[in-house]
């Protein structure tokens, strides 16, 4: 089998051309290359960057214009989904070789089993080492894959990809589904990346391993060398350096508009000034009138290079301005939420759920909880217990005050309905004019809010259920967060933070990002491990 050699693997878009069935232009005369190194690729929501790796990928193809791939493709997309009844070898592509092979071995010489095995007479080891090195030891290649975690099934997936020995390698938002340590190995496999890598993610920590940023923006690729440290110093720079132009550009419009104000006060000196020469009649009629013409020539000359300046001065201020950015950001005022200090919110007493996770815990005034654990401790489950969506095995849950749950899977959202009626949902009483003033907030202006839910992008469900989940009554005065800033661009993670940190009620957030959870100013971690009970550590 050819395999290019990794410093010679590429992708090149030439002139792409990509618009969606209804004609909404996702990407017009697009241009882009790509060579081997690792290249972060970030944007904000619904700029294109998983619908760049599709096409890159060869599962969406451009309306006009060329993509070109020199090498073997290995594409992870964003939402995995396995056949359950598949068994581990079937998922990772070697079950027909695994079967030629146990049947050689058995002592059946036929011809088509040497085939089917051709050079590949280590694959069972090869397979058992790149589970190996993705954390999955433990996987057995006869499983099946109903049995594993939302975060096994995508490092499975990329064992998958990495036993196919590509050169290029496409990621998209790989870590959003993954534990702590699940991540860390993700986390190495790149890093000991050596051909082309195109990661899409708003994952902070992976965005440091990268060689290099490339900033979707209104249909262009900016790109910027260094991890995305270099990338924020450079941006801050540039945007600094923008915002200084635009002062200047403002000195200069103003000097501009004022030259242009002191020509007409002297146009209207001169033609007082002729008109009284002409009163007075001192000169011949014939001096005064080519006076006259010649003032008015000249006069009528500085005005126009007056406007013209102006108006060259205007468009610079124009192109200044443009390159401020002004990112789209939630503004989330939220309702009244404050909860008391000693007030109680939450008692879990003595409970175990489905799965076997326990938990004893009690939560007074506006606490702010990090449930955390590994994929599959029963972090959602718990939630879903807390919410009352599901009974528990044992123990009991008192909820004291208002709550909502924002589900790891977002499907609080009716598809059907448009944004706006899925939001009139939650608070019925609310006027039709309240409900859209309060999601022109969360970046649902004007025809947004009338999008179905159906047709939303990761981002903008999540902003979608958010402001559902904020906007509902009574007010929420404890907010149970499951993996929130899975779906989130940079901006609105931002955004989330800021929100949260204006939130005046408890909260419990299930999440595996560290410097979320930092910023948003944790008091308690409680960690679930089914195996060994609840710890609950400060």
Not at 293 to 322: F, N, P, W, Y
Not at 491 to 519: C, T, W
Request: aromatic share 4%; proline share 4%.
């Amino acid at each position: 089998m050819s395999h290019t050699h990794p410093s010679a693997a590429s992708i090149a878009c030439t002139g792409v051309d990509f618009a969606w069935p209804d004609g909404t232009p996702v990407l017009e005369d697009f241009q882009l290359t790509v060579g081997p190194g690792r290249t972060g690729l970030i944007g904000l929501n619904g700029a294109g960057k998983s619908t760049l790796l599709k096409l890159i990928a060869g599962e969406l193809t451009p309306t006009s214009g060329t993509v070109r791939v020199a090498g073997r493709i290995g594409y992870l997309p964003q939402n995995l989904t396995l056949d359950t009844a598949l068994r581990v070898d079937e998922a990772l592509g070697i079950a027909g070789t695994r079967a030629a092979l146990h049947a050689i071995e058995s002592g059946d010489a036929s011809e088509e089993h040497f085939t089917a095995v051709g050079d590949d007479w280590d694959v069972e080891e090869r397979a058992r080492a790149a589970l190996d090195r993705l954390g999955l030891d433990g996987i057995g290649l006869d499983r099946t894959t109903g049995a594993l975690s939302g975060g096994e099934t995508v490092l499975l997936r990329l064992a998958a990809l990495l036993l196919g020995r590509p050169d290029v390698l496409l990621l998209d938002e790989p870590t959003n589904n993954l534990d702590r340590r699940a991540r860390r190995h993700l986390y190495d496999a790149v890093t000991a990346w050596s051909g082309v890598l195109v990661v899409v993610s708003h994952d902070r920590e992976l965005l440091q391993l990268v060689d290099r940023i490339a900033d979707l923006r209104g249909g262009e690729v900016h790109w910027y060398g260094g991890n995305l440290s270099a990338y924020e110093q450079a941006l801050a720079a540039e945007q600094e350096a923008a915002e200084r132009m635009v002062r200047v550009a403002e000195a200069d419009v103003k000097r501009q508009r004022r030259e242009l104000t002191e020509a007409h006060v002297k146009l209207a000196r001169r033609v007082r000034y002729g008109k009284k020469m002409n009163e007075n009649k001192r000169e011949p009629k014939i001096i005064m009138n080519e006076r006259k013409r010649e003032a008015q020539v000249s006069a009528g000359k500085h005005r126009i290079m007056h406007t013209e300046k102006l108006k060259e001065a205007r468009d610079r201020l124009d192109e200044a301005v443009e390159a401020v950015r002004d990112d789209d950001e939630i503004r989330v005022e939220l309702p009244y939420t404050a909860v008391p200090p000693g007030r109680g919110v939450l008692t879990l007493d003595s409970l175990e759920v489905r799965g076997g996770a326990r938990a004893h815990l009690e939560i007074r005034g506006p606490e702010r909880i990090a449930l955390l654990g590994r994929n599959g401790a029963g972090k959602t489950t718990l939630m879903r217990t807390i919410t009352g969506e599901l009974t528990p095995v044992a123990g009991e849950v008192r909820r004291h005050v208002p709550l909502r749950y924002l589900p790891q899977r977002l499907d609080v959202l009716d598809d059907a309905l448009t944004v706006a009626e899925n939001v009139a949902r939650f608070a019925p009483a609310a006027t039709n004019n309240r409900v859209r003033a309060r999601l022109a907030h969360f970046l649902f202006k004007g025809a947004r809010a009338d999008q179905p839910a159906g047709t939303l992008s990761g981002g903008e469900r999540f902003r979608a259920t958010l402001a559902a989940l904020m906007l509902a009554e009574p007010a929420p005065q404890l907010l149970l967060l499951d993996e929130p800033t899975n779906n989130l661009d940079m901006a609105s993670v931002r955004q989330l933070v800021s929100a949260l940190e204006s939130y005046e009620g408890a909260l419990i957030v299930a999440s595996h990002d560290r410097p979320f959870l930092k910023e948003i100013g944790i008091t308690r971690e409680v960690v679930l491990d089914p195996d060994a009970g609840e710890e609950d550590a400060a």
